[in-house]
RNA sequence: CGGGGCGUAGCACAGCUUGGUAGUGCGCUCGGUUUGGGACCGAGAGGUCGGAGGUUCGAAUCCUCUCGCCCCGACCA
């Protein structure tokens, strides 16, 4: 009998990401054309990488705040280059009460232009600045074609705004959410090694002086942009009069700055870690880190059992996230299965020959079948099970890195990046125009994922232009 | 919006060509036997066959219209 019916990745990576989601009861598809129904065991993953990436944000300076669902359509219309971008993917209301509205309302699509407003009147003088503030909210942005986590109609995700008396303070802050909690907590909370940089013209956020980003490498050796933090000049400032009086009584505006991960890397971290048997998931974002399976024939025997289970679990409640499963119309083997799909890192098995020994059998979803089984004493299990956990967490994290190298390639020459590209990151020197890009682009799927922040001392030669430049990209394609 | 496919039990599907009692597997309920890698036996519940119209003595099946969904391509956290 096939021991589950996912597809296995080499056969048909897309399908198996959908087997997944489904295996592991993480989303399902709803009556809503493109919005998925984030079910309990994926939800719970979210709410464990909001939890890490709510404390960062918080412990960085920031407040939580919501802005409306809705969004005067005038508002979105103001910033020239951010209506051209996200015109075509916004939903309107135009009836409400039974009647048509005077001016429509658009469903936000990203909120830099009702809470830009709302600045405005929060902003007079140097003394408000700097203005610091997070919302949790779900989004909506009508996609041709959609993806359960990838991409969805509707999504959840943090925004974060601020605003700034200088352009150096907004730039400092773009760059500390990339790298002080987003890097931050995609690497060591999910366990996804990223790439940072700059993105280009090309890619950067519709009326963004710059963009940020986080890229993560997924098993199929296609880009995940995880993360992106905007540099947003004046731009919406000048577009939605955000002005402060400086001490020296000149008016100015203000320098602000936008930031978002949404439930986007639910995607990332499936595709990132989990295998053909189902979901794998770094402890730290693990639901369940535990689950203990009592294995009896009698009543007898389940007695004894569940007695060395309370036991061994005593001192669990404020160590792990566990969970006893105690059913027992299921076999132990169905039970077995059933957690691995769901990703579960660590399985404690423990029947009659356990008490009788004073073991239990101990199992690594990390490692799969009798390799990552084990037998170990009852006495120090939760210290055992601590440290295990740990070198979970840290086993596929460096898997995933190690993984990003040995598909981290380099290029000379176009040709020589066409044979790679498909494989993997290609890191180029390019100095290319945006252009060039969308050459590339169509020629090969790929696009420019980052300019790296380490960029070489020495120069080199364009692959493309073969112009020389200092300048690298890593190139990619991607979700 | 173009190209392809599919709507029959909770899910996956067969039945349609050639019209005649609506089926199979999984799941579900009940009873019993089981339980160290997806247990088994028995009994049972569950359907306006996507919708509307038409042809016919009779339509899941044939005809017309309609609605919805999925996949592939053009947009994107």
């Known amino acids: 009998m096939a021991k589950t019916n996912i597809t296995p990745r080499e056969k048909d990576y897309s399908q198996w990401y959908l087997d997944i989601v489904d295996a592991a009861e993480m989303a399902e598809a709803s009556g809503v054309r493109g919005c ?30 919501y802005f409306p669902l809705l969004i005067p359509k005038s508002y979105l219309m103001k910033e020239a280059e951010h209506v051209e971008g996200f015109a075509p993917q916004v939903a309107e209301v135009t009836r409400a009460g039974g ?15 009702i ?17 610091l503030v997070n919302q949790w909210a779900n989004v909506m942005r009508w996609e041709m074609r959609t993806r359960p986590f990838l991409r969805t109609s509707e999504f959840l995700w ?19 959410i990339l790298h002080d909690v987003y890097t931050d907590v995609v690497e060591r ?20 002086l710059r963009t940020y980003a986080i890229e993560a490498m997924m098993q199929d050796g296609k880009a995940l942009q995880a993360g992106t933090s905007h540099n947003l000049g004046q731009n919406f400032a000048r577009s939605f009069e955000i002005k402060y009086t400086t001490p020296d009584n000149r008016e100015e505006f203000c320098w602000t700055t936008s930031w978002g991960v949404s439930t986007r890397l639910i995607g990332a971290l499936i595709m990132a870690h989990s295998d053909d048997d189902g979901l794998v998931l770094p402890p730290q974002v693990a639901p369940i880190q535990v689950v203990v399976i009592p294995i009896f024939k009698s009543d007898e025997e389940r007695a004894q059992v569940m007695e060395a289970v309370d036991r061994i679990t005593a001192d669990w409640r404020d160590r792990f996230r566990w969970k006893l499963d105690a059913r027992d119309h ?55 099970i601590a440290a295990v956990l740990e070198e979970i ?25 066409k044979t790679k590209v498909g494989r993997g990151f290609v890191r180029v020197f390019f100095d290319g125009t945006g252009e060039d890009e969308d050459k590339i682009k169509s020629d090969t799927k790929a696009t420019v994922r980052v300019l790296p922040f380490d960029q070489p001392e020495a120069e080199g030669v364009c692959f493309y232009t073969n112009r020389k430049t200092k300048r690298q990209a890593i190139f990619a394609r991607s979700y």
């Open 115 to 131: 809470i830009g407003a709302t600045y405005a009147k929060w902003i007079k003088s140097w003394r408000d600045l700097p203005v």
């Open 158 to 176: 943090q925004e974060g705004h601020t605003a700034h008396a200088t352009e150096e303070e907004a730039e400092r802050e773009t760059l500390m």
């Open 36 to 65: 998925m129904v984030i079910k309990p065991h994926g939800y719970a993953i979210w709410e464990l990488i909001q939890a890490a990436m709510d404390k960062r944000i918080k412990e960085t300076g920031h407040v939580n705040a």
């Open 330 to 384: 299921l076999s132990p083997g169905f039970k077995f299965n059933e957690w691995e799909v769901k990703g579960v890192p660590v399985r404690v098995e423990i029947g009659m020959k356990d008490v009788a020994k004073g073991t239990v059998a101990l199992a690594r979803r990390d490692v799969p079948g009798r390799e990552g089984k084990s037998f170990v004493e009852q006495a120090g299990l939760t210290e055992r």
């Open 99 to 113: 009647e048509e509205l005077a001016e429509p309302y658009v469903i936000r699509p990203t909120s830099e232009t």
């Open 189 to 208: 909370v999910m366990a996804i090694p990223v790439l940072r940089g700059l993105k280009t013209e090309n890619e950067k956020f519709a009326g963004a």
């Open 393 to 417: 967490q840290k086993a596929l994290f460096d898997r995933a890195q190690r993984f990003r190298e040995e598909h981290m390639f380099e290029a000379d020459t176009y040709e020589d990046f």
